[in-house]
């Protein structure tokens, strides 16, 4: 599996808070499966990215963890007004391995219609946006019409694996559910902040899609887009409603 959202550095942010927990964080993820982690700071108003620090950051996990998985460059974007102009001076600055991919977090309480254009900004400077983590954020919850327009403009949708798994609340398991139903997931990734509550572990939450989806879903979201960032291949966001096995969920964490 390759995950595209995980706060794996340590020190750097609310996620990981030492190297001995970064390296415990990345051999429980690779026990798990993950083969590829990008490293995601992130990049709002209580935390600066510094590309430089991240750079020797990662470098320091991958000697200390003896390179048991792979570790790319990425960030925790949040779509403010100074980190919209600051990514379109730096294109390449905030994406995945300086590629073409860019995960994008909006504020949980309202996501102005404004937004739409800063979104379009980024794709005019060469980025794709990844919307990050929607069925968590409570406004994006009562307008999935907002996320199908986004999916039809050509903006990907990840989901946090653990949401399948009931981790952040009914309502965001339920918009999870419904976001593959209506086939508007193109990633499930950990966005793991720690060993203990928000872990790097999607062994759990692959079993889950697989056995509610199919192995064929579960590979898409888990494996092959999430591979494909890694290299900055386009993505097919054709929108296909997903073929849910059974009508029960029995998927808990």
């Not at 798990?32 to 020797?56: C, K, L, M, R, Y």
């Not at 909006?106 to 069925?135: C, N, Q, W």
């Not at 403009?153 to 798994?165: C, E, I, R, Y």
Request: net charge negative; charged share 25%; aromatic share 8%.
């Amino acid at each position: 599996m390759v995950d595209i959202h995980c706060h794996i550095l340590p020190a750097l942010d609310d996620g990981a808070q030492t190297l001995d927990e970064a390296v415990a964080m990345v051999r429980l993820a690779a026990e798990s499966g993950t083969t590829d982690i990008v490293a995601t700071p992130h990049a709002n108003s209580q935390f600066s990215f510094h590309p430089e620090q991240i750079d020797e950051a990662i470098e320091m996990l991958r000697k200390a963890s003896r390179n048991v998985l792979r570790i790319h460059r990425g960030c925790d974007f949040h779509l403010t007004y100074e980190n919209l102009q600051d990514a379109l001076l730096h294109p390449t600055k905030y994406t995945i391995n300086h590629g073409r991919y860019i995960l994008v977090e909006f504020s949980v309480a309202h996501v102005a219609k404004a937004m739409d254009d800063a979104l379009y900004r980024l794709r005019a400077a060469g980025m794709t946006p990844i919307i990050t983590h929607p069925e968590r954020n409570l406004f994006l919850q009562r307008h999935l019409e907002r996320i199908r327009s986004w999916v039809e403009d050509g903006w990907p949708v990840q989901v946090t694996a653990q949401s399948f798994l009931g981790r952040f609340g009914e309502s965001a398991k339920l918009f999870a559910e419904e976001l593959m139903k209506q086939g508007l997931v193109h990633f499930a990734a950990s966005d793991a902040h720690d060993l203990s509550d928000r872990t790097p572990r999607l062994s759990e939450a692959y079993a889950c899609v697989a056995q509610n989806y199919g192995e064929a879903q579960a590979e898409r979201v888990f494996v092959a887009n999430p591979k494909a960032t890694l290299n900055g291949e386009r993505l097919s966001l054709k929108t296909q409603t997903a073929n849910q096995r059974s009508k029960k969920w029995f998927c808990f964490k």
